[in-house]
Nanobody, 125 residues
């Protein structure tokens, strides 16, 4: 089992920045592929970013504004969010899967077995 706990969400003005963290426990963190997803009210959960460790992947909507990173020694995943827009408002979820995906489909939420409880990000315009 893997436990994931997100933090760092909050209220920020458009154009501002936030940094989310996800603390993981229960498995060797370096063996996990990690991702961030988000869900806005009335919308489906969508892919934001992912890192299996050797590479990073981003949704087109956040490319150039968000940066995903991981600190294996601290068992922590991060999401630095800059130039935030009102449409970035959502609950942000950290997710993990064991190992890596041969087909590279890190954008697919169904591939992730472990999920955090989410942290709210609200961007005011």
């Amino acid at each position: 089992q893997v436990q994931l706990v997100e933090s760092g969400g909050g209220l920020v003005q458009a154009g501002g920045s936030l940094k989310l963290s996800c603390a993981a426990s229960g498995r060797t963190f370096s063996s996990l592929s990690m991702g961030w997803f988000r869900q806005a009210p009335g919308k489906e959960r969508e892919f934001v970013a992912a890192t299996p460790g050797y590479n990073t992947f981003y949704a087109d909507s956040v490319k150039g504004r968000f940066t995903i990173s991981r600190h294996n020694a601290k068992n922590t995943l991060y999401l630095q969010m800059n130039s935030l827009k009102a449409e970035d408002t959502a609950v942000y979820y950290c997710a993990a899967l064991q190992g890596t995906l041969n087909d590279g489909s890190y954008y697919s939420s169904s591939k992730y077995r472990y999920w955090g409880q989410g942290t709210q990000v609200t961007v005011s315009s």
